[in-house]
């Protein structure tokens, strides 16, 4: 039987209930809320800073290879590589600018170091440096909604035109300047759905490693071309069993690879330093978007953060802004494969989110919403954003056309979390004074084929304008707050918990590892690496000497 027939089923009795709590007291009374509700028999988890050893975590912040530390260091010499800071991708106008200068020319896509410059929120589709990150405000005649919706642009990031090559990059950086990673001996190992894949792929070669890509045999037909061009061997790319949700075939894989001490893994739904980097760079990113618009909206307050797990990297980037400014932070997943909301399986085909499983790296209990959205809204309003029938709906609808020439920037992750900003806004009660920001984490040419599949199969008789009606009217103005839960601490445990099936009795992460995350004090404080590792890029590069050439 075809994977793609396991669809998930959300019929059985009493679903309502749960599907849509309007807050904590939709909940039974008898149901307990104390400090450790959810932990079981065990006690609620401390942290010391003091005692507290990042290497477990991956997270070294001194040399702990010499040996592999100096092949680094000649490797990047001999080649001319140079490394840009977390501060420098978090505001790019600190780039000396004689690196800068020397991006001109440079093809945003080609396999060139400099384009390590590039990972970053601040470019333009040509490689060019904006001041302020590319994105677009949706406005109520698209959405239904009034509360604005901020959306980044992540097909403005080089080499792949998603913004995975961000988490790549900060998997990978920190293993380097550490001397844990030895580029003449390791092979770096992507474990992805897709485009952390070809992030890391692409990160490797600009920085003199060997990648491989693991990433599921059925993903889109795009990805595999670009990693075709990419990789000179082919067995460096391996193809799992199953499609966007089969991430367990994927951790099998690499627990093979694992094997041979040559590989290196670099799973993004563990490295704590993906948090970090989304952290340190998105978070800033978006902070500015919003910064600019409440600038010349007084008012204006950041209501929400809204984001599918996928890996949950991109969900550190809510972190930030919940501190700095009170957002609420939304994990979204695939409606098909209801993990978060209702303990589900099954498979869907939003690309680059993962599911039935939480990452080790999500802080689930510093989430404040969970929304369920269908890829059947992605597909249909992918095909609607990308025909002349679909923009034309919308255009009656009195969305301008700045707006609608930014649609073919989004590609079905993007739409899943236009979607449910949309969803969590109604939940919310959100005003036009309240403003939600998301990410596009890549654009629409990675969904040709997608869209090809969609007109040859369900618009088979062609996209008709009742057809572009149906999917906008159902999808944007008719999005309603099923499958939208709004967390209570014991709904967070609950989540929590969940995870230590995969992570603890599948991946044997230690138990105290595993349950110091439950402690918001760890997160704050990781959260604070990106300057040592800052102060240890400066020393590499200096070592390398390639910025004083």
């Known amino acids: 039987m075809a994977l793609r027939k396991l669809r998930f089923k959300i019929d059985w009795i009493g679903i ?4 849509n709590p309007a807050s904590e007291n939709s909940y039974p009374e008898t149901m307990s809320t104390s400090s450790n509700a959810g932990v079981g028999t065990f006690e609620p988890a401390d942290f010391n800073p003091a005692t507290f050893d990042p290497s477990r975590f991956g997270l070294a912040t001194e040399i702990v290879n010499k040996v592999g530390y100096e092949r680094s260091v000649e490797r990047f010499r001999s080649r001319g590589i140079a490394l840009p800071t ?28 400099r384009n390590l410059y590039r990972v970053h929120w601040y470019n333009d589709l040509h490689g060019g440096l904006v001041d302020l ?3 677009v405000v949706l406005p109520t005649e698209l959405t239904g909604v009034p509360s604005p919706i901020i959306v980044a642009f992540g097909n403005r990031f080089p080499m792949i035109g998603a913004h995975k090559v961000l988490a790549a990059y900060s998997c990978l950086v920190p293993r380097i300047v550490t001397g844990e990673y030895d580029p003449t001996l390791h092979r770096a190992i992507w474990p992805s759905t897709g485009n952390y894949a070809r992030g890391g792929v692409a990160i490797s070669r600009l920085m003199g490693c060997r990648g491989v890509a693991v990433l599921p045999e ?22 799992t069993t199953g499609s966007e949700s089969n991430v367990k075939e994927i951790y099998d894989a690499c627990a093979e690879l694992a094997k041979d001490p040559g590989n290196f893994i670099l799973n993004q739904f563990s490295e704590f330093a993906n948090h970090v980097g989304h952290h340190e760079v998105t978070g800033r990113a978006l902070e500015h978007l919003y910064l600019h618009h409440a600038a010349q909206r007084p008012g ?8 599918a797990s996928g890996s949950s990297g991109t969900l550190a980037a ?6 700095d400014h009170g957002a609420r932070i939304a994990a979204v997943e695939a409606l098909e494969c209801p993990t978060m909301l209702y303990n589900g399986y099954g498979e869907h085909n939003i690309q680059g989110i993962g599911d039935k499983h939480i990452p080790l790296i999500h802080n689930v209990t510093n989430t404040d919403v969970v929304v369920g959205v269908s890829d059947q809204a992605c597909d249909e309003l992918g095909v609607a954003f990308a025909t002349a029938e679909g923009r034309a709906r919308l255009s009656a609808a009195g969305v301008d056309d700045a707006v609608l020439g930014t649609l073919d920037h989004f590609g079905l992750s993007s739409i899943c979390n236009v979607v449910a900003a949309i969803k969590v806004s109604r939940e919310l009660d959100l005003g036009p004074d309240d403003a939600l920001v998301t990410v596009a984490t890549d654009g629409g040419e990675l969904y040709g084929s997608e ?8 618009y088979a008789q062609g996209f008709t304008d009742a057809d572009a009606d149906s999917a906008i009217a159902t ?12 967390l209570t601490e014991t709904a967070r445990n609950r989540i929590f918990n969940l995870a230590y099936y995969t992570w603890v009795e599948q991946q044997g992460i230690e138990f105290a590892d595993f349950e110091v995350r439950r402690n918001q004090d760890f997160w704050r404080h990781i959260q604070t690496f990106a300057p040592s590792w800052d102060t240890m890029i400066d020393e590499f590069n200096g070592r390398t000497g390639v910025l004083a050439d």
């Open 16 to 19: 309502d209930n749960l599907s």
């Open 86 to 113: 977390f501060a420098q991708m978090g505001n790019p106008s600190t780039i000396p600018e004689n690196i800068r200068a020397s991006l001109v020319g440079v093809d945003r896509n080609a396999a060139d170091a």
């Open 133 to 135: 990150p590319e994105h």
């Open 218 to 239: 059925n993903m889109s037909r795009e990805r595999f071309e670009w990693l075709e061009e990419w990789i000179a061997d082919p067995g460096d790319v391996i193809r």
């Open 300 to 307: 204006l307050r950041l209501a929400g953060y809204v984001a």
């Open 318 to 323: 809510g972190e930030r802004l919940k501190a």
């Open 451 to 458: 869209r090809e599949s969609m007109l040859a199969g369900r």
């Open 475 to 486: 999808h944007l103005h008719g999005a309603d707050t099923d499958h939208v839960e709004v």
